[in-house]
């Protein structure tokens, strides 16, 4: 019982605290338009190099805010107790940190789904792509997919949190890396074979892929596999990550280093 | 005058170089779009040069870190503890604001060279521009002017505390409005007027023109125009800011 009041109480309640974009006059601009205009912006590029597809940067752009909702949230919700000077109290509690850091991964996942959810619907009316009904299943697996792996992945910044002072910087590294390699822009097949490997263990690329397959006709079933390789993906990071902020928490206890700047 | 905005500019662009953040910005983020570009540019149908994806990223990546260094610039002298004394001396406040924002333009050099190095180096994109000369002038003039529009945003987002989001925020609409890596063919009618008002439109084709040729002394005097009036809009804004600051005793209030 008081493993479940951690995981979902104080995971809100982290969440409200620590994620400091929640603040509406820097959601509505960040989490909201940002997205939005990466999604024209990159469907004007794909237009003046003669691609014409829309639909293929309104996807991708509009999946890959996902990475940033959860990369730049679980960053916060973990790395600013050392900010706030609250990661020794928060260490030398008794509760779950199982129950503890999940708790604050929920919200965080959620915000993903809702900010995606807003990018598509905007920006297939701004650029006036049609998105078939028919597809809004697949499309709510693949985003589902997606905003779990990215959030496991996001453990990694909390977990990089309790040691480093800014996983901001590292966060915007790899949100960058994810951009050009993920499949977000640049499709796959264009990209050198090295580099589509690495994509393919990275958040984001299978659920694209899947994405777009779905909303170009194909079935939920047929896009099974690149689903749940989405999800392996994710399950990978989770596991990682849950041992990374086991390993992180030690050694800043053995180095006493977690109020150290 | 001219030594404090000198010694101004080259001190900030110190800081700055000594940020991880700034210099990320600066130096990586220019990579992703120039990077995006040329793969568009190389599968699309229409014929663009890759030596102006270069361009259009380096110019993106200038106003990126301008954009959003000049929309906190305030705010962080007041987080700093320096804004008062920076207010209370003899000198204008806006001289000792705008080297801020130029030195946060002037991050563009690191954008450029890591974009032109790593198009030649990954992609074999050939480094000749046209105009060499003009090219090594269009630069600071593109820097000058990107930085006075910082200077603008600077001064008119005094009051609004989330200003670094809503900085960031704009980066796309002013890169698409540009025409930093879109033709404003491509974009609705309305768009080019506005264009006209924003300094990275002409700075990307001063060094566009010097680049790949044409005649770039035209975009760098409206560089230096643009830059001239930004400075005189972001002097009245400033006073009238510095006024009310004053008058409710709230510099130092963060």
């Known amino acids: 019982m008081n493993w479940l009041r951690v995981f979902f109480v104080g995971g809100l309640t982290s969440y409200r605290a620590l994620f400091r974009w929640l603040n509406p006059w820097v959601y509505v601009p960040l989490m909201l338009l940002y997205p939005l205009f990466q999604i024209v912006f990159f469907a004007y590029v794909g237009r003046g190099a003669g691609l014409g597809s829309d639909r293929f940067f309104l996807i991708g752009n509009a999946l890959a805010t996902i990475a940033v909702a959860c990369l730049f949230g679980m960053g916060q919700v973990i790395g600013n107790e050392r900010w706030f000077m609250t990661l020794p109290a928060l260490l030398s509690s008794p509760a779950s940190r199982l129950a503890l850091f999940l708790g604050r991964s929920l919200p965080t996942m959620l915000n993903g789904i809702f900010v995606c959810a807003f990018a598509l619907t905007t920006g297939s009316l701004v650029l006036g792509v049609d998105l078939p009904l028919g597809a809004a299943g697949g499309l709510a697996l693949a985003i ?7 959030t496991a992945f996001g453990m990694w910044f909390g977990a990089l949190g309790l040691r480093g002072r800014n996983v901001g910087i590292l966060a915007n590294l790899i949100d960058g890396i994810m951009l050009v390699v993920c499949g977000v822009n640049v499709p796959l097949r264009d990209l050198p074979g090295w580099v589509q490997t690495v994509a393919n263990g990275l958040p984001l690329t299978h659920g694209i892929g899947a994405a777009r397959r779905v909303v170009a006709g194909a079935s939920v079933g047929s896009v099974g596999h690149a689903l749940t390789m989405e999800v392996v993906v994710g399950l990978v990071y989770f596991v990682v990550g849950v041992g990374l902020l086991h390993v992180f928490e030690l050694e800043g206890r053995r180095t006493a280093s977690l109020e150290a700047f | 005058m001219i030594r404090l905005a000198a010694r101004g500019v080259l001190l900030q662009f110190k800081i700055l170089s000594q940020s991880a953040f700034d210099m990320l910005n600066a130096a990586f983020w220019p990579l992703v779009f120039a990077t995006i570009a040329y793969y568009l540019f190389r599968s699309g149908s229409h014929a663009r040069s890759l030596f102006d994806a270069s361009l259009g990223a380096t110019v993106m990546t200038m106003w990126a870190t301008c954009g959003i260094g000049a929309a906190f610039a305030v705010q962080w002298q007041r987080r700093l503890g320096t804004l ?30 890591s974009t032109l190095l790593w198009g030649r180096v990954l992609f074999g994109i050939p480094v000749d521009p046209v105009h060499p000369f003009l090219f090594v002038v269009s630069l600071p003039a593109a820097i000058l002017a990107i930085g006075m529009l910082g200077l603008l945003v600077s001064s008119t987002l005094i009051l609004y505390r989330a200003a670094g989001a809503l900085g960031n925020s704009l980066e796309y609409p002013i890169w698409l409005a540009t025409g930093l890596l879109v033709p404003l063919s491509l974009l609705p009618g309305w768009v080019r007027p506005i264009s006209w008002l924003l300094a990275p439109t002409w700075g990307m084709r001063a060094l566009r023109e010097s680049a790949l040729g044409g005649s770039p002394l035209p975009a760098i005097g409206w560089c230096l125009v643009t830059s001239a009036a930004y400075a005189a809009l972001a002097a009245v804004f400033l006073g009238h ?6 008058e409710k005793a709230s510099f130092a209030l963060t």
């Not at chain 2, 705008?98 to 060279?113: R, V």
């Not at chain 2, 800011?241 to 004053?246: D, V």
């Open chain 2, 84 to 113: 008062e004394l920076l207010v209370a001396s003899p000198t204008p406040f806006i001289a000792l604001l705008a080297p801020i924002t130029i030195a946060y333009a002037a991050l563009g050099i690191y954008s450029l060279a």
């Open chain 2, 241 to 246: 800011f510095e006024r009310l600051a004053r």
């Open chain 1, 144 to 150: 589902l997919a997606c905003a779990f792996s990215c």
